[in-house]
């Protein structure tokens, strides 16, 4: 579809006032750091931010800022004193989205948004399937209270950032487009009715695992395959019935980044994560479906498509659902991805230095295949034996068999040896546990449903960019090579910043500057401004 | 003006103290699966008898068939294994001084090998050389088929090949060089005025005295 060219970007952002949500999470951090880096004439960016218990709303961001891998650009980028190039750009607002108007009062909220061009809310939980008490707050009625803040805008411009697998039951080809009130069964249903439903459920059941199960079934009877969809698609749905101008920006699998802020950088797990080390188990096969799509999509692809979405947005001029993944340009199928996976851990663990046990698990090459193909050893063959064992030993006392004389010599060492074989075991087991866990939760996504994203839209407005722009807005996911980008950048992201954390590890930050980092030391022309509105 | 000239090198033994059959072994080791994995190894050792019986081409096809439905991927990402590992630590530092003196002098250099150009291919950019003639291994769908796209090459067999490159290339054969190290390299040492064995086996050496070639002795890096 051909579209008008857009002028640089430099011109639509200038002087533009965006209200930001979720700017601390993985997707948010990427955005915020290269909006910031690569169009500093944005006019003002107010970020909602909750606080914690430790650390004020403008202290998580000043932090953030500061130690941030994400932010190494924007950091470089600034001469000078950092916090005062901030304070002229950013505010950070203490706000929690569970809250009607986010938590704002009446002024604040007129304050901040009576100037604002758009609202951009990214956050989200994006946990696959967490106690609905955590994820309804933020994905459903969070958004629905973001909505709600566009009524103090002048032109209320809301971009909202979904997922793809929104799409739930519906597989197959997937068009940038959602009908209201429709479920991906195919089911007529009320979103009011099924959040008041569902809320019901949260309120009145006892334990998360009640909760979650109750939901779930729920979620699938409707056509979702997990709670973080179902939550997603209701605040999709939801959004449809208010009378607000929004565009829904819904990425696939989001991993990590191809150059910005640098290459393999990411943060947290992901989607892959747990994939990928499974792939770095001795189980041969991860059961999942070869020939299915795996629609990868780098994060500051995501990160330069929602910019270009919002530019548009600012203008009037955007498409109401765009879709950012790969599948329907450039597919990456389970099988290869699997495939690749296993040659990154070959590759990883041929390098100097790498553990005898590495070595050794490199050589099991895992391969995908599916549920009704699997060979012998699996997790949950494993997780039983390991249930077994645990109670054998549980119940084996070696003394009770000794003589008396080797009891007294020997016994006590004996019954130690047991007791730490089954703590060495218990140990095995839950890990074991967690495995199947995830395989479960997973397995929607990587054996059962095979979607393939439409992504015209993004791509033709990418393609309407201005030439000036396309250094660093342009992002054509049609010439990523899967091999150098799994290979060069996700496994070696994936090995620096998510494995770790898997073994119960953590990731060093960036060290903070000195003196570290602070915000809102310096009055921002906004501030004069609503002094002078307040006192009128 | 008088034609040019081209200096023929055979990388396996002149250049590079390794063999096809044996990288076509080491990727065998190296799929899917301990089983799988076994049989493939014993398919690629099987062609070691056959070329030593003398029908290299045969040995040649039969070594690579081992890597059948192997992925593009993995051929890939192993063949780069394989020359860090292996072809880098295998130079032969005499071979590679002729060849840099060849070039200084004008020749055309032409690298002949056995390996497949997924494995061998940066051989070409490494030592500076203006043509790799080697082998093609065929892909359908992302896998190999266990075939190799023909010409095959398993050694210079046919003595009208030098004088059909030189022809191609507007050559003088007369004033041309080649280098070899084996029995098998004798077809084309003869296609060429100025032969010469490096390192040879035994029936080359016996070859070698008896055409008054001359013999370069050296041992690559490991």
């Given at each position: 579809m051909h579209r008008p060219a857009l002028p640089p970007l430099g011109e639509v952002f200038a002087g533009r006032h965006l209200v930001v949500t979720g700017v601390t999470g993985f997707l948010g951090k990427v955005w915020l750091a290269q909006l910031l880096t690569h169009l500093p004439d944005v006019g003002r960016i107010t970020l909602l931010v909750r606080g914690q218990r430790k650390a004020t709303a403008a202290q998580r961001v000043a932090t953030m800022i500061d130690t941030s891998p994400a932010f190494r650009p924007l950091r470089h980028a600034v001469r000078g004193d950092l916090g005062a190039w901030l304070d002229a750009r950013i505010e950070v607002v203490d706000a929690d989205l569970a809250l009607p108007d986010c938590g704002l009062d009446a002024h604040t909220a007129r304050r901040v948004l009576s100037t604002a061009d758009a609202i951009v809310h990214v956050a989200g939980l994006t946990d696959f399937q967490p106690d609905p008490r955590k994820s309804f707050p933020v994905n459903v009625h969070g958004t629905r209270h973001v909505a709600d803040l566009t009524r103090f805008m002048a032109t209320p411009r809301l971009l909202h950032v979904s997922t793809c697998f929104v799409a739930g039951a519906a597989q197959g080809v997937v068009e940038e487009r959602l009908v209201p009130g429709v479920s991906p069964r195919g089911l007529v249903f009320d979103v009011h009715d099924e959040i008041a439903a569902c809320q019901q459920l949260i309120d009145t059941l006892p334990t998360p695992a009640a909760r979650i199960e109750a939901v779930d079934a729920r979620a699938r009877a409707l056509g979702w395959p997990n709670l973080y969809t179902f939550s997603k698609g209701l605040g999709e749905h939801l959004l449809a019935t208010l009378d607000v101008d929004a565009v829904t920006a819904r990425p696939s699998v989001i991993e990590c980044a191809r150059t910005f802020p640098e290459p393999a950088w990411n943060e947290g797990l992901n989607t892959s994560g747990p994939i990928m080390w499974f792939c770095g188990t001795a189980f041969p096969a991860l059961p999942s479906t070869a020939d299915h799509t795996f629609d990868i999509i780098p994060v500051d692809a995501v990160s330069r498509w929602l910019t270009v979405i919002l530019a548009r947005h600012l203008r009037g001029e955007a498409h109401e659902v765009y879709q950012l993944a790969s599948g329907d340009v450039n597919p990456a199928s389970f099988g290869r991805i699997v495939e690749l996976t296993a040659l990154g851990k070959r590759r990883h663990?041929?390098?100097?230095?790498?553990?005898?046990?590495?070595?050794?698990?490199?050589?099991?090459?895992?391969?995908?295949?599916?549920?009704?193909?699997?060979?012998?050893?699996?997790?949950?063959?494993?997780?039983g034996l390991g249930r077994?064992?645990?109670?054998?030993?549980?119940?084996?006392?070696?003394?009770?068999?000794?003589?008396?004389?080797?009891?007294?010599?020997?016994?006590?060492?004996?019954?130690?040896?047991?007791?730490?074989?089954?703590?060495?075991?218990?140990?095995?087991?839950?890990?074991?546990?967690?495995?199947?866990?995830?395989?479960?939760?997973?397995?929607?996504?990587?054996?059962?449903?095979?979607?393939?994203?439409?992504?015209?839209?993004?791509?033709?407005?990418?393609?309407?960019?201005?030439?000036?722009?396309?250094?660093?807005?342009?992002?054509?996911?049609?010439?990523?090579?899967?091999?150098?980008?799994?290979?060069?950048?996700?496994?070696?992201?994936?090995?620096?910043?998510?494995?770790p954390l898997m073994e119960g590890g953590t990731v060093a930050e960036d060290p903070p500057s000195e003196p570290a980092l602070a915000l809102g030391r310096h009055r921002a022309p906004w501030h004069v401004d609503d002094a002078v509105q307040g006192v009128a | 003006?008088?034609?040019?000239?081209?200096?023929?090198?055979?990388?396996?033994?002149?250049?590079?103290?390794?063999?096809?059959?044996?990288?076509?072994?080491?990727?065998?080791?190296?799929?899917?699966?301990?089983?799988?994995?076994?049989?493939?190894?014993?398919?690629?050792?099987?062609?070691?008898?056959?070329?030593?019986?003398?029908?290299?081409?045969?040995?040649?096809?039969?070594?690579?068939?081992?890597?059948?439905?192997?992925?593009?991927?993995?051929?890939?990402?192993?063949?780069?294994?394989?020359?860090?590992?292996?072809?880098?630590?295998?130079?032969?530092?005499?071979?590679?001084?002729?060849?840099?003196?060849?070039?200084?002098?004008?020749?055309?250099?032409?690298?002949?090998?056995?390996?497949?150009?997924?494995?061998?291919?940066?051989?070409?950019?490494?030592?500076?050389?203006?043509?790799?003639?080697?082998?093609?291994?065929?892909?359908?769908?992302?896998?190999?088929?266990?075939?190799?796209?023909?010409?095959?090459?398993?050694?210079?067999?046919?003595?009208?090949?030098?004088?059909?490159?030189?022809?191609?290339?507007?050559?003088?054969?007369?004033?041309?060089?080649?280098?070899?190290?084996?029995?098998?390299?004798?077809?084309?040492?003869?296609?060429?005025?100025?032969?010469?064995?490096?390192?040879?086996?035994?029936?080359?050496?016996?070859?070698?005295?008896?055409?008054?070639?001359?013999?370069?002795?050296?041992?690559?890096?490991s």
């Open positions: 663990a041929g390098r100097p230095g790498a553990r005898l046990s590495e070595r050794l698990v490199a050589h099991l090459d895992v391969r995908s295949r599916p549920h009704d193909d699997l060979p012998w050893l699996t997790p949950d063959r494993v997780e077994d064992l645990h109670a054998l030993l549980g119940a084996l006392d070696p003394t009770d068999r000794l003589p008396a004389p080797l009891q007294r010599g020997i016994g006590g060492r004996l019954a130690q040896r047991v007791k730490d074989a089954r703590r060495a075991v218990a140990k095995a087991n839950r890990t074991s546990s967690r495995l199947v866990r995830m395989l479960e939760v997973y397995r929607p996504f990587i054996h059962d449903h095979d979607w393939t994203f439409v992504t015209g839209n993004v791509r033709g407005d990418v393609a309407a960019l201005h030439p000036d722009d396309r250094a660093v807005w342009h992002d054509d996911i049609t010439d990523l090579c899967w091999r150098t980008y799994w290979l060069d950048v996700q496994y070696t992201g994936m090995v620096r910043w998510a494995f | 003006m008088p034609a040019a000239t081209a200096a023929y090198f055979r990388v396996e033994g002149v250049l590079v103290g390794r063999r096809g059959l044996s990288c076509a072994a080491w990727m065998a080791a190296r799929q899917h699966d301990l089983v799988g994995r076994l049989g493939r190894l014993g398919v690629a050792l099987a062609a070691a008898p056959v070329g030593a019986a003398g029908d290299p081409l045969t040995a040649t096809r039969l070594a690579w068939r081992a890597l059948k439905d192997c992925t593009e991927d993995r051929l890939v990402v192993l063949a780069a294994q394989y020359w860090d590992d292996r072809v880098e630590r295998a130079w032969n530092p005499a071979g590679v001084a002729l060849l840099e003196r060849c070039r200084a002098q004008g020749d055309r250099i032409v690298l002949l090998s056995e390996h497949p150009e997924a494995v061998i291919g940066p051989i070409r950019g490494r030592l500076g050389a203006d043509e790799l003639v080697c082998n093609h291994l065929e892909l359908a769908s992302g896998r190999l088929t266990g075939r190799l796209l023909d010409p095959v090459f398993a050694g210079v067999t046919d003595g009208s090949w030098v004088r059909e490159h030189a022809r191609r290339h507007g050559l003088d054969p007369a004033r041309s060089r080649a280098y070899g190290t084996a029995r098998a390299d004798a077809t084309l040492l003869s296609g060429v005025g100025l032969p010469c064995a490096v390192t040879p086996d035994l029936p080359l050496r016996r070859l070698a005295a008896t055409f008054d070639w001359p013999v370069v002795e050296a041992r690559p890096e």
